[in-house]
């Protein structure tokens, strides 16, 4: 299927980018993927979504639009023949391609609007989908409906996983709700993809006001939570064939949460109510080669997340993937390649594992 790897095994020096970003909200005519009303309410969300340059700067509709594409490092988001640019100045061979407006002002979207954005980004990936990889917006409040889109993208366009929030209203990530979406996601042999932001950055705004830096400040805070709900929430347990990969998050702390959550396991677990159920110790699950953290060019403790024995049979670097953050404003560009390659402490086959094996091992389904 589209998420095994076309033409056979890729050449070693494949170097992948977990985590780019489309800006489908920049693309002309991205409004007429949608149904009128659709396209009317997506447009308000937009406007809603950006009133702090909306309301600071005093822009006019028209006037969003071109400062959407002003503050971003270049067309690559919705200009996929730029994008391919972008990648061969870059060395980048293959980039996963995320969301940026519909990753951030909802939760979920009713199945029409899932379906517009992917048949967009459908159609952006076609200038050549051996390297533009997209990963499918899916209307996780209906997982009849997400399961059924999901299995459309994967057949017809070769998505190679699913996005979804570590939090979607009341439900996290281990809601059993879920286990239709993650049976169907382990038939295709695709993975789930959990992206920030959560509830937690929307709890913090509603009781301390929007900050852009305390809201970017909580990033990895959240990827924490999507951890401890993957692993105590006994997902891998209950789906053993499905992969997941925490987007956006940094891996520095990696060493000590997973730690801090065996400590916790092993101090309460045995406590009346308190015994989450699963069959191994959280950090144990790593040992399956099933979960993946993305870290950051420039993070200053990457080294020291690499060569940390996570386990006795596993260390960061099997784990950790690489993603760029392009085109968005805080991303390193140009050199976001080069910068992860300049980093202290990894050596030439770190490299590799970061920005190939462990990406591929994501990605596709070697069964």
């Not at 409004?31 to 659709?38: H, I, S, V």
């Not at 702090?52 to 071109?66: D, F, I, K, M, V």
């Not at 980039?95 to 979920?108: H, I, N, Q, S, Y």
């Not at 299995?151 to 990530?173: A, L, N, P, Y």
Request: hydrophobic content about 40%; overall charge negative.
């Amino acid at each position: 299927r589209g998420q095994r790897l076309e033409g056979g095994r890729v050449a070693d020096d494949t170097v992948i980018d977990i985590d780019g970003h489309v800006l489908m909200e920049a693309a002309d005519g991205w409004l007429d993927f949608f149904e009128p009303a659709e396209a009317r309410e997506m447009e308000r969300l937009l406007l809603q979504n950006r009133k702090h340059w909306y309301s600071r700067e005093g822009l006019s509709h028209e006037a969003l639009y071109a400062s959407i594409r002003e503050r971003v490092k270049g067309a690559g988001g919705w200009d996929p023949k730029a994008r391919i640019d972008v990648m061969d100045a870059e060395g980048i061979d293959r980039v996963v391609l995320f969301p940026t407006e519909l990753g951030l002002a909802l939760d979920a979207y009713p199945p029409g609007v899932c379906r517009g954005y992917n048949e967009w980004l459908a159609e952006y990936c076609r200038t050549d989908r051996n390297r533009l990889l997209g990963v499918a917006l899916l209307p996780v409040d209906d997982i009849e409906a997400a399961t059924a889109e999901l299995e459309r993208v994967v057949e017809q366009h070769g998505f190679v996983g699913f996005f979804m929030k570590d939090s979607v209203g009341s439900h996290m990530t281990d809601d059993a709700r879920y286990g239709p979406l993650y049976s169907t996601a382990s038939d295709l042999g695709v993975p789930l993809l959990l992206h920030i932001p959560s509830k937690l950055k929307n709890l913090v705004e509603d009781h301390f006001g929007y900050d852009f830096l305390r809201s970017h400040v909580l990033h990895p805070v959240s990827e924490m939570v999507a951890v401890m709900d993957v692993l105590y929430g006994g997902v891998l347990d209950r789906h053993p064939l499905l992969r997941v990969g925490f987007m956006e998050g940094q891996v520095g702390w990696l060493p000590w949460f997973l730690s801090r959550l065996d400590d916790q396991l092993e101090e309460y677990g045995d406590r009346p109510g308190l015994d989450p159920g699963i069959e191994k110790t959280p950090s144990e699950y790593l040992d399956l080669g099933r979960l993946f953290f993305s870290c950051d060019s420039d993070e200053p403790y990457l080294g020291f997340a690499a060569a940390a024995q996570l386990t006795p049979k596993t260390r960061g670097d099997a784990c950790i993937v690489w993603g760029s953050d392009y085109p968005h404003s805080d991303c390193i560009h140009p050199g976001s390649l080069a910068a992860f390659r300049a980093q202290p402490g990894l050596d030439a086959e770190q490299q590799r594992r970061i920005t190939f094996d462990n990406a591929r091992r994501l990605l596709y389904d070697d069964r």
